[in-house]
Nanobody, 123 residues
Framework: QVQLVESGGGLVQAGGSLSLSCAVS????????MGWFRQAPGKDREFVAA????????DYTDSVKGRFTISMDKSKNTVYLQMNSLKPEDTAVYYC????????????????WGQGTQVTVSS
């Protein structure tokens, strides 16, 4: 059983930055895929970024490329999402998740989820 706890959300002005953290506890595996998803009110859960537990092979949705950076510190069992140049359309609840398949980008391939952390970007 894997437990995920997100932190770092908050309110930020457009153009600002936030850094999200996801602490992973329980059994970990070297082939885990860590993902960040987000969900705005009335919208489907959307893929944001993913990284292998090793830190290799990152993947980003087009709308965040060049602005967001996902990274993995396996020594701390923590995955991060550094978000720069934030836009109002980035406003959502952000979730981290664990899966075993890299590159498919679908929530169905992720088995464990955190509780989410709210990110609000004002104009």
């Amino acid at each position: 059983q894997v437990q995920l706890v997100e932190s770092g959300g908050g309110l930020v002005q457009a153009g600002g930055s936030l850094s999200l953290s996801c602490a992973v506890s329980g059994r970990t595996f070297s082939n885990y895929v860590m993902g960040w998803f987000r969900q705005a009110p009335g919208k489907d859960r959307e893929f944001v970024a993913a990284v292998r537990w090793s830190g290799r092979s990152t993947d980003y949705t087009d709308s965040v490329k060049g602005r967001f950076t996902i990274s993995m510190d396996k020594s701390k069992n923590t995955v991060y999402l550094q978000m720069n140049s934030l836009k109002p359309e980035d406003t959502a609840v952000y979730y981290c998740a664990v899966g075993l398949i890299f590159g498919t980008r679908t929530p169905a391939n992720f088995d464990s989820w955190g509780q989410g952390t709210q990110v609000t970007v004002s104009s």
